[in-house]
């Protein structure tokens, strides 16, 4: 399973902004004004998530129960993702309008010859960890990665390089990660990639007691839950990518707020994740979605520091070969009351 995902839309204008402190919106766009017209129609668009109803994507929802999305003029259908589902791809190829993606995989696919545009960050702090029995002996993820314990990982994964690059590997046993929670509860010595509100949360109210270590704690801490789009799409419906922020900003605000209404739909949604599950998880991430920086920024809010450092991370794992201009990579404007 993959280590999801995302909070909502900054497009980007490459050569028209500098993102250290926000752009000032002022770019052209191709969709025709409708100041002092009659409403128009409500504008259809896809946006792709990368794993199936959770409460990562609980703004989201919300903008679309509490109406956020229709009273910004748009029509957005929420198409759920899961195992294999290839958001990144999705997006880069224009099948959808928008998607839900990590910073790295923004960069990643940059380097295979995508280009997408970073809009909105739900995640401020990285919600992928390892997970170990509550048993366990292990301190850290550093203590865990020189011993030769079983952990269920991807190892494609950007952050499974950067530990092995970073702590002094023993004899790990590896295997594949399937999100499969049962190989994991029935192993007290085993460890696993997890999702810091979905997979020790459901383990939790199974009675299987875990220790989460957050991957951002060692240093690698991008952008995750990243609303993106294609750069044709962004300069094309300046716009409408700008209604779909606002709306974005809007819903997850409300679902901070209160994330009880809208979990109810989820669990309807997504039968793996009951509705207690849904709040536990609401109130473990508000912490990486709502900080010190999002009091500066806004919700969602992302700075080119953050960026250049995911890039200087990503190529020393060899993961970039021709690095991108930062600015190139994401757009993001303050609200108003920012």
Do not use: C
């Given at each position: 399973m993959?280590?999801?995902?995302?909070?909502?839309?900054?497009?980007i204008s490459l050569s028209a902004c500098v993102v250290t402190l926000g752009c000032d919106g002022t770019a052209p766009t191709t969709e025709q004004s409708t100041s002092n017209m009659a409403p128009a129609a409500a504008v259809a668009?896809?946006?792709?998530?990368?794993?199936?109803?959770?409460?990562?994507?609980?703004?989201?929802y919300e903008a679309a129960r509490a109406g956020y999305f229709a009273k910004n003029g748009l029509a957005v259908e929420l198409v759920q993702g899961g195992p294999g589902v290839p958001a990144p791809q999705l997006v880069a190829?224009?099948?959808?309008?928008?998607?839900?993606v990590s910073a790295p995989q923004v960069i990643e696919l940059r380097e295979q010859g995508g280009?997408?545009?970073?809009l909105f960050a739900v995640y401020q702090g990285n919600p992928m960890g390892i997970m170990v029995h509550e048993s366990a002996p292990f301190a850290s993820i550093e203590d865990l990665w020189k011993s030769d314990a079983t952990v269920a990982i991807e190892q494609g994964l950007a952050e499974f390089l950067w530990l092995s690059?970073?702590?002094?590997?023993?004899?790990?046993?590896?295997?594949?990660?399937?999100?499969?929670?049962?190989?994991?509860a029935a192993d007290p010595s085993m460890a696993a990639q997890c999702f810091i509100t979905a997979?020790?949360?459901?383990?939790?109210?199974?009675?299987?007691?875990?220790?989460?270590?957050?991957?951002?704690?060692?240093?690698?801490?991008?952008?995750?839950a990243v609303v993106v789009t294609n750069r044709a799409f962004f300069t094309q419906n300046r716009e409408t990518c700008a209604k779909m922020v606002e709306a974005c900003r809007a819903g997850w605000r409300?679902?901070?707020?209160?994330?009880?209404?809208?979990?109810?739909?989820?669990?309807a949604l997504n039968s793996g994740m009951s509705v207690e599950?849904?709040?536990?998880?609401?109130?473990?991430?508000?912490?990486?979605?709502?900080?010190?920086?999002?009091?500066?920024?806004?919700?969602?809010?992302?700075?080119?520091?953050?960026?250049?450092?995911t890039l200087d991370q990503l190529e020393s794992m060899g993961r970039v070969k021709q690095r991108p201009a930062v600015e190139s990579l994401f757009f993001w404007e303050p609200s108003p009351s920012k």
């Open positions: 993959s280590l999801h995902r995302l909070t909502i839309l900054r497009a668009v896809k946006l792709q998530l990368n794993w199936v109803a959770e409460p990562e994507f609980g703004g989201f190829s224009g099948k959808v309008e928008f998607a839900i280009d997408l545009v970073a690059k970073t702590f002094p590997t023993g004899k790990l046993k590896l295997l594949p990660w399937s999100g499969n929670l049962g190989l994991f997979e020790p949360v459901a383990l939790a109210l199974q009675g299987i007691k875990t220790r989460v270590f957050r991957i951002g704690e060692t240093g690698f801490d991008p952008y995750n409300a679902y901070l707020n209160d994330p009880k209404p809208v979990n109810i739909e989820m669990a599950a849904m709040n536990r998880g609401a109130e473990i991430q508000r912490s990486l979605i709502e900080n010190a920086e999002t009091d500066r920024l806004g919700l969602g809010g992302m700075r080119a520091q953050r960026w250049e450092l």
